[in-house]
């Protein structure tokens, strides 16, 4: 018998309908005589009772001065409560049930609170307790340090915990249930008719997932990829099959002529400033100085364009003001743009092709777009654009592009 992990996150368990949506998944999975492990977030999005994001305000308004360590303890509770829910839910429905916490399933990280790394998983416990429950729960986003203290994964840690228990268990495959019918040419927030994908490469939802479609986290989808995993990424809310994410070879199961395809998708990431330093005549090494002085203050930079003249650049928002502090303090005269996008074109068809640039500089421009910057790789064109002009810029795009045929 195949072991099937399943995971579910936020949206997906916070309001009662939510949760009988997940106790019917589970059902239908242990009618088909599956092992399951389920690995669920924290219930609900921030302002909601017991969400990570309402915990981390509770620890701001409360002193704030939680040191990283116990924060960390705190953020567990969410998960905690979200999986004892669940455990009692399914007794009721005459499911057996036991709930492990991270630590408890194997997840072994280093002690980076807040940001930790997963070192090993070793779910022994999983496979015995399998033996004498229906379900395994287990609580996303934590493990424990080589010392003992509890941990969290950071952002998308709940994809990360599902993917590498179902690496370590052999899974047959690990199914991400979300608000969405899997992952779609674009956020379909932004672009209302996005379509579901029905089979992508771990590459291409990698390349998705790194410039901002927040639906799988990329940490999540390289562990799958490193250990063969299949991903099925589906709605808690419909029965769709969602997205199958595997390797290409996986495909030839999948009666798709999407092999073929161009451009997977369109992905965004907001809230980041263009740094622009020029070059003033005496100022030697200006580009060592600028990337030596972003790296020192823990400043993590994207969108580099290196010139004979200067650099450009992008930062979040968040470390706009001190990127252009450190940046004078070095003589040097930095210009900040804040409130900028990067609005990204991801497909594996796009190598090589001809005229691929010239097509999205029209369509932006015949949507009165203006290109702030851009950059291209093997599989990726970026650009950037004002805050205000990237859901424009994100339509035209999708609709240059055919996307939602
Ligand atoms: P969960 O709480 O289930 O982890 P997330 O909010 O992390 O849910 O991820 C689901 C959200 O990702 C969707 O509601 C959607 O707005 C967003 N999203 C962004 N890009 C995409 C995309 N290309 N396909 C699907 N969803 C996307
Ligand atoms: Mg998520």
Not at 146 to 169: K, N
Not at 309 to 317: C, N, R
């Amino acid at each position: 018998m195949g072991i099937l992990v399943q995971k579910f996150g936020g949206t997906s368990l916070s309001t009662p309908e939510a949760r009988e949506h997940v106790i019917r998944h589970i059902q239908r999975e242990l009618d088909h005589q599956q092992q399951l492990v389920v690995v669920v977030s924290a219930m609900g999005r921030k302002g909601e009772p017991y969400a990570t994001d309402t915990l981390l305000q509770w620890a701001a308004d409360n002193g704030n001065s939680l040191p990283a360590r116990e924060r960390d303890l705190l953020l567990c509770c969410g998960e905690i409560i979200s999986a004892s829910t669940l455990c009692s839910l399914l007794g009721s429905e005459g499911i057996s049930s036991t709930v492990l916490t991270g630590a408890q399933a194997g997840f072994i990280t280093d002690d980076q609170f807040g940001n930790a790394r997963i070192v090993d998983v070793r779910p022994d416990r999983v496979l015995e307790e399998l033996k004498s429950h229906q379900v395994v729960i287990v609580t996303g986003f934590q493990g424990q340090s080589e010392s003992g203290d509890f941990t969290t994964l950071g952002r998308g840690g709940s994809d990360t915990s599902a993917t590498a228990l179902g690496a370590a268990l052999k899974a047959d495959v690990v199914d991400i249930y979300t608000d969405v019918d899997g992952i779609l040419t674009a956020d379909p927030r932004i672009v209302e008719d996005a379509k579901p994908l029905r089979v992508v490469s771990y590459a291409e939802i990698c390349n998705m997932a790194y410039h901002g479609a927040k639906v799988i986290h990329p940490r999540a989808v390289e562990i799958a990829m490193q250990a063969r995993v299949p991903v099925r990424v589906r709605s808690t809310f419909s029965e769709g099959e969602g997205t199958l994410v595997t390797h290409p070879e996986g495909f030839r199961d999948v009666q798709t002529g999407i092999l073929d395809r161009f451009v997977t998708g369109i992905a965004h990431v907001g809230g980041v400033t263009q740094i622009t330093v020029e070059s003033e005549s005496g100022t030697d090494n200006l580009q060592l100085k600028v990337f030596k002085t972003m790296a020192e203050h823990g400043i993590s930079v994207d969108f580099i364009n290196v010139t004979p003249s200067g650099a450009v650049y992008t930062v979040f928002d968040s470390d706009a003001d001190k990127a252009v502090t450190v940046l004078e303090q070095q003589g040097l005269v930095p210009k900040a743009l804040s409130g900028c996008a990067k609005v990204s074109v991801i497909g594996g068809g796009i190598n090589g092709v001809p005229g691929i640039m010239a097509q999205i500089v029209e369509s932006l421009t015949n949507a009165g777009v203006q290109i702030l910057q851009s950059a291209d790789s093997n599989t990726t064109i970026w650009v950037l654009v004002r805050k205000e002009d990237m859901v424009q810029a994100l339509r035209a795009l999708h609709a240059k592009f055919e996307l939602h045929r």
